[in-house]
């Protein structure tokens, strides 16, 4: 649980889903909040290149995250480390890997990210904490539901 | 005070250690234990076992309570349901703008396909 994966399947070819994830245009039209607006996308797609966004949330608070390219392989591979800036909650760099596969219906992407608590998580999680801290948080809520 | 962050990172730096693990699992089967019987399993003296008890109790995950000679310890949930709640507040940032980015790519392979006919 330290890295997070996610799956998707999109009924929209590959290329296209992949200038959706890198292009300033199409990261305005998902990167933000439900209802809250992108205020800056930048996009460099190429290793080494860095991407910076901000976003405005209901409640008028901004976040921004910035990051650098480290793979960039239209219009199957994707990766770039991440880091919220600017805020009082920056839990350090992490790192999100996307991969996109062309499947009968369009695309298959899969969204990894991965190193949420820097090297000690990332260790921790090589080390395989992640099934028996999902196990214990189980084990909380059953108490917390049954008792009184 | 300990902010959010030292907080989380104290958990989760808890949380590396696979003896650290093995006594919280021990006390989730088992409810509270004294420090002899966590040591018991262990290959290691109790000192070393005391300084484990210390990390954990540091970042919040137990409690020890000492009645005459023995000292008991229990687990304690809070902390690790905020750790638990930090990586799931991650899952739903992504979950919602995957979701976003798939409506957003699927309209504009609409739009492609139109422009072909």
């Known amino acids: 649980m330290t890295s997070l994966t996610l799956v998707r399947r999109i009924k929209a070819r590959p290329s296209i889903v992949f200038d959706a994830l890198t292009t300033p245009e199409g990261i305005a039209c998902w990167w933000g909040p439900d209802d809250g607006p992108v205020l800056v996308a930048e996009t460099d797609p190429q290793v080494g290149g860095r991407f910076r966004v901000r976003f405005r949330m209901l409640d008028g608070s901004e976040h921004e995250s910035t990051g650098e390219y480290l793979e960039v392989v239209r219009p199957e591979r994707l990766s770039m480390t991440w880091r919220w800036t600017g805020g009082a909650e920056d839990p350090g760099e992490s790192l999100v890997e996307i991969r996109l596969r062309a499947v009968a219906e369009g695309t298959e992407l899969t969204f990894t990210h991965s190193r949420l608590r820097d090297e000690a998580t990332r260790r921790s999680h090589e080390e395989g904490w992640s099934g028996a801290l999902d196990k214990l948080a189980r084990h909380f809520l059953a108490i917390e539901q049954s008792s009184p | ?117």
């Open chain 2, 1 to 117: 005070m300990v902010n959010y962050n030292e907080r989380l990172d104290r958990i989760f730096a808890a949380l590396v250690d696979p003896t650290r693990r093995a006594i919280l699992a021990r006390l989730e089967r088992e409810d509270s234990a004294s420090i002899s019987a966590l040591a018991q399993p262990f290959a290691i003296k109790l000192p070393a076992v005391m300084k484990h008890l210390d990390v954990l109790d540091d970042a919040g995950l137990i409690t020890r309570s000492k009645l005459g000679r023995t000292v008991t310890v229990r687990l304690r949930p809070e902390p690790m349901r905020e750790a638990m709640d930090w990586l799931r507040r991650y899952e739903r940032f992504w979950s919602k703008r995957l979701d976003r980015l798939a409506s957003y790519a699927e309209s504009k392979e609409a739009e492609a396909r139109k422009k072909r006919q």
